[in-house]
Each structure stands twice: as structure tokens, then as C-alpha cells.
């Protein structure tokens, strides 16, 4: 019996930064229609659909599909630490492609999965390589595509999409979020000095501002945390 092949790494050509798949991208004009035609074929049709669809996700792609479910609470850490980690084995590919997956997510249909997208990328453009700066920036599109529809959701009390109670917190939470991303990402583009993950010593435990550590402050002179650990490191 055939071992199951495990997911390939990378997908290198699958489309750029705004492609999305059939019935799964979040900023899809027909999502509603598409959706509607997969239920008619029944359960079964679309669980089949959807192995196949899992089992041709690449390791970052699947990553992205676990820390994005519409499941309560936020990205689970294991996923998106997978994808920091996989930034710093592949910096030129690994973010873009990350970002491409989250593209995709179905962000539109839920607050909820709208926010853990932020999250992800947030994490991404913050402890990911250099390369998911300009990554991000390539995202802004959908920061703004964000921020215009929670906005209208808020803004239309009778509105289905964002609901009352939980779901509607969390539209206006998505609405601030995607604001904040998208002028960060500006930030990055315009002052590319300040690298991702820009600190200065001693910044964790504020040795520094009460004048403690020896020297204070370098003179303005920051220096980059070492990029997270392999596996095995």
C-alpha cells in the first residue's frame, strides 16, 4: 500500500498576491452563488471536494487553513509560529505565499475569521523575515477591502453580516485592526530602516529607562533580534 505523500513545501506559481480559488476567497463577487451550487450537490459531494482541496495545500497554505478556522478563540500559536518559522527558512517566497493563502481566506462571511487573517499577518509582519514587510504592503488591498465592508456592516444596524452581541464586537475590533495594519505597512514601505523587528536593548524589561544595564541607551543604535529557532534549535 502507497504511503501517503506528505504536502509539498512551497506552491511557487500559484497566482499573485490578490488570486483566489473557486468558493474560497473571501473578496469573491459570487461567493454567495458558489456556495449555494457546492450545497446542492450534497454532503458527501462536498466533503470529497474538500480532501481534495486539503490534500493539494502546500505546508504554509494548510498552516494558514488551521489558523484561520471559524473555530472560537484565536489563531492557534503552533500554526501561526509555523509560519514565522517558515519565513526564515524560505525569507523571498514563504511570505508572499503566505499572504497569498490568507487572500483567500472566506474573511467577508465572518468578523471572526476576519480578525484572526489580522492576527495572522499582524504576527507575520512583526516576528516573520524581512521579506514579509513588503509582503504585507503587496496586502493593502485587502486591509482597505476590510475596513470598507466591516465598516458598512457597523454602520447598517439591520445588517445580517455582522449580527449583534460577539459578531458585531468584532466587526468594529476588524474595522480598527485593519486601519492599524494598513498604516504599518505603509510605515515599513516608506522607512524601510526600521526593519520588522526593530528593538532597542534592554527594551523587554525597561532596564534602559530607569537607567539601568551599564550604558542606557546606544546612542539611538537598535539592533534585530535573532530570528526565531529552528525545530531542532
Request: net charge positive; charged share 25%; hydrophobic share 35%.
Amino acid at each position: 500500500m502507497d504511503q501517503p505523500r506528505p504536502p509539498p513545501r512551497h506552491h511557487a506559481g500559484r497566482g499573485g498576491l490578490h488570486a483566489s480559488i473557486p468558493g474560497g476567497g473571501g473578496s469573491d463577487p459570487d461567493l454567495k452563488d458558489r456556495d449555494g451550487k457546492a450545497k446542492s450537490k450534497g454532503l458527501k459531494g462536498g466533503v470529497e471536494k474538500m480532501k481534495r482541496y486539503l490534500a493539494n495545500l502546500s505546508f504554509v497554505e494548510m498552516s494558514v487553513v488551521k489558523a484561520t478556522s471559524a473555530a472560537d478563540g484565536p489563531p492557534k500559536r503552533k500554526h501561526v509560529a509555523r509560519l514565522v518559522e517558515e519565513s526564515w527558512r524560505d525569507p523571498q517566497l514563504a511570505p508572499v505565499e503566505a499572504m497569498n493563502a490568507l487572500g483567500r481566506c472566506p474573511m467577508l462571511n465572518s468578523p471572526l475569521i476576519s480578525l484572526k487573517v489580522l492576527a495572522t499577518a499582524h504576527e507575520l509582519m512583526q516576528k516573520g523575515s524581512p521579506g514579509a514587510l513588503p509582503a504585507s504592503f503587496e496586502w493593502r488591498d485587502h486591509f482597505v477591502m476590510l475596513d470598507a465592508h466591516w465598516t458598512a456592516a457597523v454602520a447598517d444596524a439591520g445588517a445580517k453580516a455582522a449580527g449583534h452581541g460577539l459578531g458585531r464586537a468584532c466587526a468594529g475590533l476588524v474595522v480598527a485592526y485593519s486601519r492599524a495594519l494598513l498604516r504599518k505597512a505603509r510605515f515599513h514601505d516608506q522607512c524601510r530602516g526600521f526593519e520588522n523587528n526593530y528593538s532597542f536593548p534592554g527594551a523587554a524589561d525597561g532596564g534602559e529607562a530607569r537607567g539601568e544595564g551599564g550604558g542606557g541607551a546606544e546612542s539611538g543604535h537598535g539592533r534585530r533580534r535573532a530570528p526565531p529557532p529552528g525545530p531542532g534549535g
